[in-house]
């Protein structure tokens, strides 16, 4: 596939835009969209900045204007791109922007980049042609539109009986494409007079914007009311689903109108929207700088692929409109996936501030409560989720669900977690939700046990599989991502060495999966020696234990009689790849050795065990039910593609078991440049500062508005 990035504007990488706005400046990655780092502009860095941007024509970017004229410098308007995220802009940052050296797209009363390219001679359609179709098919068969968290079209929402339907859509008042489209507030009466009066025989829909609905702007139409002719949607529902349901579509400036011509939909323009003047709709204004006669199809290749700007949402650099519309597609997934009230219950205020984001694209689903009697207050009903930790969760929930139809999720952090400890306070970058059981309690069936159970594993999947275990395994990858990764130089003399890595002894894998037979550290170090009397034993104390926070010190000589070398410092990967085979209850380092390729013993029964990749000592109901043989990869694809659910914290959205592969890895690699990561790991009373301060921190703060 072709690289068709848009390349409107190329400054030398030493240097870098001025901008008067913070707002701008905390848009996450639009250094990596513009190519060109960010900076506040005025005072005594006007010699240090080779341009000046603001956002589109906004009276805020007044400033902005003003000192680029004063100081002869570029002036760049920003704006949203055509596509740019799940949400609106209070809640989800831009994946994609324009950037335009000239005017802006809305802008009608100059000449824009967009619009200079639409009145060129070149072929817009030249080398991109297949991608163009491709990209456009997308975005009609799932219906993208610029925000995309709007419900489909529901049954009753359209009267039954119509014989036509025409479409008037609003917009927000005091928007710049109005006046700046060479339309006012009164052009919408006119619109909506001209609709009614030019198709006497429809019925007539009008429109109101999303942040109309949302509450944070006005629109229009606020005193049109319902009759026998017209229907006003007050409610969000997607643009495209709605446009499909219309014969026609009268617009002032709204760019839903070029979503209706990509529908095939006749449109008309009251205003002067950067689509109109082009040949291709009904236009009542004009604008004489537009010569040219382009095809729908023309224009959306202008527009969405020579004009805009995307971020690959996976790698956190420049992408293409493929990018967005994976990662739009992703994002619908999982809102249908959980689609109602998350309602959790018995979560510590420092977890409900962690995991909150990540439960519900939609913030105002998302509901923690004290115990069962606020459980039932909130009334739930099916399609709801009763969340909670771990196994158990309050007396009284699984009745609740069972009464009401609601789901019960159990919930866990996922495999791969994070660059610091959980018990540490450290946010997750995935999680587990689990309806049938959890994961580290073979006593039932749980959701992976399903999937690793009855999933067929498509070509794409167990390529992907691959491709991160092998970033795994080439870049130490594990849960918590905060030991050091050196070779280690133990002493083993030619004997085949055994890596036992200790456990937390109440963690609920071992209370729930090992059976009554080897629970604790010792015994499991005895039960290892006993089996290989003359292998050299490495074993390995948890980090939380070893941190503090947790159950499982084996204190005395005890270890030593047992262990021939206690590992303190290298990370559970680097004893991994150090050691023959490894031994372990029900450790996630049992995995990690799989991944590695390594000879694993299992003494209890984790969810990797059962599967013909384990030599397992301990017998249960869990054994039996896992009936098929898995290879490595289909492992790998159940417990880490299928099963968790991956979390951007700067994105504000559900992304890939790989991006956050990447993310660790970043991350991990710039704590360890600067010395930091050495802070994390070690130190009981600096950890105990930063718990302190991360709790008063939730205590004090509430969820952060972004306010892209």
Known sequence: ?????????????????????????????????????????????????????????????????KYAEKHDLPYIALEDGFLRSWGTGDLFPPLSVV?????????????????????GDADILEGIEDDVHHALALILEHRLSKYNHAPELSAGMLREHDRKRVLVIDQTAGDMSISLGLAGEHTF?????????????????????????????????????????????????????????????????????????????????????????????DDRKSCSRRTRKRSV????????????????????????????????????????????????????????????????????????VKDITDVRKMQPFPGDALVHWGKKGVDGLGELALESGARRLCMEDGFVRSVGLGSDL??????????????????????LEHILNTAAFNSDELAEA??????????????YNIERRDSPAWLAEGKRVVFVPGQVEDDASIRFGCNGGVTTNIELLSAVRKSKPDAFIVYKPHPDVMSGNRKGYVRGGRVEQLADHV???????????????????????????????????????????????????????????????????????????????????????????RAVLYRITEQRNALEASGSLEKIRSGYVRRQLRKLSILLNTTLSDHDNKGY
Not at 9 to 17: A, K, T
Not at 431 to 438: F, N
Not at 468 to 477: D, Q
Not at 589 to 597: K, W
């Open 1 to 65: 596939m072709r690289d068709t990035r848009s390349e409107l504007l190329s400054l030398p990488s030493e240097n870098r835009i001025g901008v008067f706005s913070r707002g701008i400046l905390r848009i996450p990655f639009l250094e990596t969209m513009l190519d060109n780092r960010i900076c506040l502009a005025g005072g005594s860095l006007q010699t240090r900045v080779s341009a000046i941007a603001g956002w589109g024509r906004k009276p805020t970017a007044t400033n902005a204007r």
């Open 567 to 657: 590992e303190t410092t290298l990370s559970v990967v680097s004893c991994i790849e150090a050691a023959d085979e490894v031994h372990t209850m029900t450790s996630l380092s049992g995995f990690d050795a799989l991944l590695r390729n390594k000879a694993v013993v299992t003494y209890g029964m984790p969810f990797y065990a059962g599967w013909g990749l384990t030599d397992d000592c301990a017998t249960g109901p869990s054994f039996q039910r896992r009936r098929r043989k898995l290879r490595l990869e289909e492992l790998v694809a159940g417990a880490l593609l299928r099963y968790p659910l991956y979390w951007d914290r700067d994105l504000c959205g559900y992304t890939t078991c």
């Open 466 to 479: 691959e491709t991160v275990r092998s970033f795994m395994v080439e870049n130490g990858i594990t849960k």
């Open 99 to 119: 950037i335009d050296p000239e005017g802006i797209y809305y802008d009608s009363t100059r000449p824009s980049a967009l619009e200079s390219l639409l009145n």
């Open 426 to 447: 450290v946010p997750p970058l995935s999680l587990v939700l689990d309806e049938r059981g959890i994961y580290f309690d073979p006593s039932h069936p749980s959701d």
């Open 189 to 281: 009466a006119e619109m909506l007079t001209a609709a009614r009066e030019e198709n006497p025989d429809a019925a007539i829909y009008v429109k109101t914007h999303p942040e109309v609905i949302s509450g944070r702007k006005q629109g229009h139409f606020f005193h049109v009311g319902n009759d026998e002719r017209t229907v006003v949607l007050r409610d969000a529902v997607n643009p495209i689903g709605l446009i499909g349901e219309m014969d026609r579509v009268y617009a002032v400036s709204s760019t839903m109108g070029f979503e209706a011509l990509l529908a095939g939909k006749p449109v008309s323009c009251f205003g002067m929207p950067w689509y109109a003047g082009w040949g291709v709709t």
């Open 297 to 368: 199809e023309e224009l959306f290749a202008a527009a969405y692929f020579r004009y805009a700007r995307y971020l690959d949402s996976l790698t956190h650099q420049r992408g293409s409109i493929f990018d967005v519309i994976d990662w739009l597609l992703r994002q619908r997934k999982m809102s249908e996936r959980y689609s109602g009230r998350m309602i959790c219950n018995g979560f510590r205020r420092w977890k409900a501030a962690n995991v909150a984001p990540m439960l519900s694209l939609n913030p105002r689903n998302t509901f923690f």
